[in-house]
């Protein structure tokens, strides 16, 4: 039986890494094999972790020494976005509770989009394979003319697609990107406290509601007045 909810959100837009899925063990993993391939430290999964989440090109930043030539760089980036290719495959699940949560909400009317910092192929790749049974409106990564998160450009042009204002759209990530994303596209900010991101920045963005697993959505949605 399809699942009622009564709430003035009628849409939700998730980020996809360490929101929707846990992808860092493919992201680490294309990651080190450029570094090493060029000879460059390498690095834990833990610390990798705390590169993630403003796309490829910092991704790569971070990785690399202080000092590092920024032209040699551009050129890491681009080997790397090739290794990841193959390699987001490796260990790329969904959180507990994810497949749930989202049927239920399409199934209580809920609109539901993806957008992430991500380059937009392996979004769509990634969603196509992980969440084959879930309709998205729309699912949105890095592409060009397009600013990154947390301008808020791609979050509206989503309400745009979605029919829905933005005051009515959740907004939810696990990063202190997506909370900024929300607060400057004036939605409503939903910090996920499982992903890759430290909670006490996360809270100190001040996000309209925090949840510490994606089921608790339909606890916001049920408890907000129609």
Same mark, same amino acid.
């Given at each position: ?30 990651? #080190? ?5 060029? =000879? +460059?430290?390498?690095?834990? =999964? ?11 090109? $910092?991704?790569?930043?971070? @990785? ?13 980036? /681009? ?6 290719? &193959? @390699?987001?495959?490796? /260990? ?6 994810? #497949?749930?949560?989202?049927?239920? +909400? ?10 992430? #910092? $991500?380059?937009?192929?392996?979004? =769509?790749?990634? &969603? *196509?394979?992980?969440?084959? *049974?879930?309709?998205?409106? @729309? ?5 060009? /003319? ?16 979605? !029919? ?11 990063? &202190?990107?997506?909370? @900024?994303?929300? !607060? ?8 996920? &406290?499982?992903?890759? !991101? ?29």
């Amino acid at each position: 039986m399809p699942v009622m909810l009564t709430s003035v959100i009628r849409a939700i837009i998730f980020d996809l890494d360490g929101t929707l899925v846990h992808s860092l063990s493919g992201i680490a993993k294309a990651l #080190n094999t450029i570094l090493e391939h060029h =000879q +460059l430290p390498t690095h834990s =999964q833990s610390t990798v972790r705390t590169f993630i989440g403003d796309g490829i090109v $910092k991704l790569v930043e971070r @990785a690399c020494p202080d000092g590092y030539d920024p032209g040699q760089m551009a050129e890491l980036t /681009g080997e790397v976005s090739n290794e990841y290719a &193959t @390699a987001w495959r490796d /260990g790329t699940v969904p959180y507990t509770g994810v #497949n749930e949560t989202l049927t239920a +909400l399409l199934q209580s009317g809920t609109k539901i989009a993806v957008l992430s #910092n $991500k380059p937009h192929a392996f979004c =769509q790749q990634i &969603t *196509d394979l992980i969440f084959p *049974d879930i309709t998205f409106t @729309a699912v949105v990564g890095q592409h060009q /003319g397009v600013p990154t998160k947390p301008d808020p450009t791609g979050a509206l042009d989503l309400a745009k697609l979605l !029919h829905v204002s933005p005051e009515q759209i959740a907004f939810v990530g696990d990063s &202190t990107v997506d909370i @900024a994303t929300a !607060h400057n596209a004036g939605m409503i900010s939903v910090a996920a &406290t499982w992903g890759y !991101h430290d909670l006490a920045d996360l809270i100190s963005e001040s996000p309209t509601h925090r949840i510490d697993g994606i089921i608790e959505l339909l606890d916001i949605l049920n408890n907000q007045a129609p």
